[in-house]
């Protein structure tokens, strides 16, 4: 276990668990979380132990979104010199998956954190919004490009207007999430997703995040040639070898990472 001010992170069987720890603020995100995370996330980039995390809240709230109280009183300038949210850039730009277990409220920037997170397991307790409206702003941490890719203009316009929260079944309905389960069985799915992940060979992993990240950035023609070149980069690895090898062979293929 490493210490961080206000984030736990566990490390395991290749598997990091990261829980957000501020669930007296509802784990609201501070400048510190948000520390925390960018520091805890180069470090499992850089973990050749690591392969794949789980991201999620303690107490009742994923994440209430960025911190109100820490942002009210600030001005333009203030936030445009700090380059505020820039931290969470750089999370979404780690390149090993990460899974969001969303357990309780996710609002704001903690629906735009889940949705930087490349499979999203909800709980049937999860709440989800873009409430930012009702602060007289706007959602900051790339809510509105990532949500209306998500779940199309018409529905993220319906959340980011009218400010509503939708529970996980909605969510899950309208293809916010990739799976939504029983409150109590939510971190067994997330470890059990991991563990299937972590199996595989980390080179494909990272190659296909990566590909379906960058799909949504590129034309289709594009985006064809951005897969063909990775798949085929692929060949220059051992595990293309043994994956292949073993299939022939009718055994589990054992993966090196190289
Ligand atoms: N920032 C700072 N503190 C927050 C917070 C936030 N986003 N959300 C909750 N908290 C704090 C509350 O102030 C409260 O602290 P105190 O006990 O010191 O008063 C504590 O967490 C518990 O919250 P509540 O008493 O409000 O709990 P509740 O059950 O009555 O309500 C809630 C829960 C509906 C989630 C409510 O807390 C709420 O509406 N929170 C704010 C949600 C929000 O507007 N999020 C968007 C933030 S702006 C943003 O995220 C911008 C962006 O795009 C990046």
New binding site residues.
Partial sequence: MSSYESIIVEKNNRIAVVTLNRP???N??NAQIMNDIVSAFDDIDRDPEIVVSILTGAG??FA????????KDQSFSDMFLADY?AGWDKFAACRKPVIAAVNG?A????C?LALMCDMLIASDKAKFG???I??G?????G?SIRLTKAIGKARAMDLVLTGRMIDGAEANRIGMCSRLVEHDKLMDEAMSAAMEIANYSLPSILASKEMVTRSLELSTTEGVKYERRLFMGLFGTLDQKEGMAAFAEKRKASFLDK
């Fill in positions: 007296e603020a509802l609201a995100l009742r709230a209430a979104g960025a911190d109100i109280k820490e942002m949210f409220f609002l704001g920037g903690g735009e873009q409430p930012e009702k602060l702003v706007t959602p900051g941490m809510g």
